[in-house]
């Protein structure tokens, strides 16, 4: 029940539910169309997604242009409809966007005991040819990349400009599917379980590292070069598929599954608030190259509040170059937590009344990774409880590679910020998709 109108109340205690409603009114986030959350836009200074035009998604539709879909088609077909006026994507239940299994999308003649064959580390080796060549080559290759070509398609959705996607009822989500949130405006994505896709051809590259490495494409969600997207109350997760289920090829863990959400080249305003990101890899990528100045310096604006970080390797996010305010979230790491902010280039990212759960041996100097000497702030953090200097941690561990102090900016657009101390709490209890309603 802690939808954005009521969750204060876990905060102040004392101020009722009802108060809240009559005061998120009065300031304009729900607006004229009462409790609909279908309806809802993105309140006022609510992080860098309420930044200029702010986001209202479809919350405007008219009744013609509000669709309830239950089948991954008719969610293309709904997605597919003409003109930019708002529209409305109810989704109810699961929405199965990879067919029943990867045999779907092979094309004629791709064999992958012949490819595993072919590209054989004995038969094929680690090095690039002498031209500097593609890893690998010929005719599986080519089939397997053909075969690529075919799931990309079923299973990409692009997002119209002015529009509000939500998960209608408990357990409304998406398996499989990659929703493109690309070169447009405005957009509200929430209340649903998305469950990565698994890529089912992974390519192999042999000089990924120095024993190859298998590398997949597709994230549950890209925002690229898109502006106002506000990502509220969702459940990213790997579902029945984490990676301890994924097979060996080449002595390699056959990787079928890429980021849970990137934000990438020239996106900005964007707001992640309440949502779960659990059980994965590398989870969550703000800017996807150093190289990207052109498309990225000045942007990648992205605001994270009250999510909860639940059992992940690394990237929670990952940031290059962006002014990225992250505060109030919760992170809960498991056995195999590597970190969870990674400083990259050009990043100014600003940390603060976060909390971190982290398993006995782990050490507080883990929360920060340092890719680039970007300058941060971490301030008002706590680890297990405890009021945690997250960069004197990490410099304590790493003095000939510190980290220095000092984003360089400031947030003003945010709403309610709660006590670290609490975080945890009323994170566990308010974040995700099924907590919506
Ligand atoms: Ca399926
Ligand atoms: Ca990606």
């Given amino acids: 029940m802690n939808t954005p109108r009521c969750h204060a109340r876990v905060i102040a205690g004392l101020v009722g539910c009802t108060a809240l409603v009559l005061a998120v009114t009065t300031t304009g986030a729900a607006q004229a169309h009462g409790r609909d959350?279908?309806?809802?836009?993105?309140?006022?200074?609510d992080?860098?997604?309420?930044?200029?035009?702010g986001t209202t998604g479809g919350a405007a539709a008219t009744h013609d242009r509000v669709y309830t879909v239950t089948t991954w088609a008719e969610f293309k077909a709904a997605l597919a409809v003409s003109g930019t006026a708002p529209r409305i994507i109810k989704v109810e239940g699961t929405l199965d966007a990879d067919g029943a299994?990867?045999?779907?999308?092979?094309?004629?003649?791709?064999?992958?005991?012949?490819?595993?064959?072919?590209?054989d580390p004995a038969v094929w080796g680690y090095e690039e040819d002498l031209e500097g060549e593609k890893a690998t080559a010929g005719t599986q290759e080519y089939l397997r990349n053909q075969s690529a070509a075919a799931q990309a398609k079923a299973i990409k959705a692009a997002v119209p400009a002015n529009t509000?996607?939500?998960?209608?009822?408990?357990g409304a989500g998406i398996v499989g599917g990659s929703l493109q949130i690309n070169g447009v405006d405005n957009v509200i994505v929430r209340g649903l379980t998305l469950e990565s896709p698994l890529d089912c051809f992974p390519q192999w590259d042999p000089t990924d590292g120095d024993t190859g490495n298998w590398n997949s494409e597709y994230d549950a969600a890209v925002v690229y070069n898109a502006t106002h997207v506000w990502l509220?109350?969702?459940?990213?997760?790997d579902g029945d598929h984490p990676d301890s289920t994924l097979p060996s090829y080449y002595g390699r863990v056959f990787q079928q599954h890429d980021g849970e959400?990137?934000?990438?080249?020239?996106?900005?305003?964007?707001?992640?608030?309440?949502?779960?990101?659990?059980?994965?890899d590398k989870t969550f990528m703000i800017g996807n190259s150093d190289s990207a100045g052109a498309t990225d310096e000045g942007k990648l604006r992205v605001t994270l509040h009250h999510n909860l970080f639940r059992n992940l390797v690394e990237r929670a996010p990952r940031v290059r170059f962006g002014q990225v305010d992250a505060y109030n979230?919760?992170?809960?790491?498991?056995?195999?937590?590597?970190?969870?902010?990674?400083?990259?280039?050009?990043?100014?990212?600003?940390?603060?009344?976060?909390?971190?759960t982290l398993p006995k041996g782990v050490g507080a100097s883990t929360v920060l990774h340092r890719w680039n000497d970007s300058p941060l702030t971490a301030q008002g953090n706590v680890v297990n409880g405890r009021q945690t200097d997250l960069i004197g941690a990490y410099n304590a561990a790493n003095p000939?590679?510190?980290?220095?102090?000092?984003?360089?900016?400031?947030?003003?657009?945010?709403?309610?910020?709660?006590?670290?101390?609490?975080?945890?709490r009323v994170v566990g209890r308010g974040a995700g998709a099924d907590r919506l309603r």
């Fill in 261 to 280: 959400l990137d934000v990438v080249r020239g996106a900005d305003y964007v707001t992640a608030s309440w949502n779960v990101f659990e059980d994965h």
């Fill in 232 to 237: 509220d109350h969702n459940t990213f997760t």
């Fill in 37 to 45: 959350a279908a309806r809802q836009t993105l309140a006022s200074r």
């Fill in 329 to 356: 979230n919760s992170y809960v790491a498991g056995a195999d937590h590597s970190y969870s902010f990674g400083i990259g280039f050009k990043s100014q990212l600003f940390a603060e009344k976060n909390s971190f």
């Fill in 164 to 170: 509000t996607i939500i998960g209608a009822g408990r």
């Fill in 101 to 119: 299994d990867c045999s779907e999308f092979a094309v004629p003649g791709y064999d992958f005991d012949q490819y595993l064959a072919d590209y």
């Fill in 47 to 53: 992080g860098w997604a309420s930044a200029t035009t």
């Fill in 400 to 424: 000939t590679t510190p980290l220095a102090s000092g984003a360089g900016w400031k947030p003003v657009l945010r709403t309610q910020v709660d006590p670290a101390k609490a975080v945890s």
